[in-house]
C-alpha cells in the first residue's frame, strides 16, 4: 500500500469513529489501515474512539494493534486514551483499554499530568474510579 493509500484510508477511519461507524471500521482495519497512525495533528484513532465513548470501536483498534498507552498529541486531543475514556466517564471504553492492557497509573503529558483516577475522580465518575482502582489505580497520597 503506499503512501497515499494509507494516508485515505487513515481519514476514512477518523471519519467513522465518532458516528460509531462499527462496520466501517472494521472495514479499514481489514483493508490494512494503521491502528496506530496518529492524523496530520496527533490524535489517534484510539484516542478519538476513548474521548467519544465508543468502546466497541476502541476494541477493535486494541485487537488490530493499538497501543493503549499511547499519547495523543492533537490539538484539543492531548493526552493518553485512557485518561479520555476516565475524564468523561466512559465505562466501558476504560474496560476495554484496560482489557488490553492499558496502565491504570500512567500520568498523561508524558508523566507529567493527571492519570485516569484523577480524572474519574475530578468528573465525578464514580462508576469507573470505581473500575481503574480494581484494576490497580492507585490513589493520590497513598504510597
Known sequence: MNQRQ???LSRRLFQAIPGGDTPAVKALLRAGVDPDRADSEGT?????????????????????GASPNTESSGLGAEGTPLCAAACWGHTEAVRALLAHGADPNLHE????????????NHGPHPETADLLVAAGAIPEGTP
Open 6 to 8: 494509507r494516508k485515505k
Open 44 to 64: 489517534t484513532p484510539l484516542y478519538e474512539a476513548s474521548v467519544s465513548g465508543k468502546a466497541e470501536i476502541a476494541r477493535l483498534l486494541l485487537v488490530a
Open 109 to 120: 503529558d508524558h508523566g507529567t499530568g493527571w492519570t485516569p483516577l484523577k480524572w474519574a
